[in-house]
């Protein structure tokens, strides 16, 4: 599909529009990251959000606040069209969330740059209580 250095830069591409909506909660920020069949997962064992209107549903029912949060990540690995993410969130000021969370994200984009489907796998960093 792509060769190693164009799925890398859609990856961070990709990467830096989830950031960007996921600062403003925007759905058309929202819906331009997923191809409209996407399936999204929350979590690794969780059922997905299939299709544009149940992840705007998924992702604005758990919307984190603009503020709240930092999230930097490093892209760990390209394969194909599939790309893993490596994040940390951190989390500031009044929230019911820990601190901190390690995150492995498992990104398949298609040759539009969009998610066909996305996994995040995350969990709450002993270092942030």
């Known amino acids: 599909m792509w060769d190693r250095e164009s799925a890398a830069a859609a990856a961070r ?15 058309d920020d929202m819906r331009a990251l997923f191809t409209p069949d996407a399936e999204y997962r929350d979590g690794p064992s ?3 959000w299939v299709g ?3 992840i705007l549903a998924g992702w604005l029912g758990q919307q984190d606040e603009p503020g ?5 990540y490093e892209l760990t690995a390209v394969d ?3 790309a893993v993410i490596r994040g940390r969130t951190t989390y500031t000021g009044a929230t019911d969330k820990s601190d901190l969370y390690d ?3 498992v990104i398949r984009l298609d040759p539009d740059g969009r ?3 996305f996994t995040d796998w995350w969990i709450a960093s002993k270092a942030g209580g």
């Open 46 to 48: 969780t059922p997905p």
């Open 115 to 117: 998610a066909r489907s």
């Open 80 to 82: 194909g069209d599939v």
């Open 52 to 54: 544009h209107d149940a």
């Open 103 to 105: 995150n492995l994200m």
């Open 68 to 72: 709240t949060w930092s999230f930097d």
């Open 13 to 27: 591409d990709w990467m830096d529009r989830y950031v960007h909506a996921w600062t403003t909660n925007e759905p």
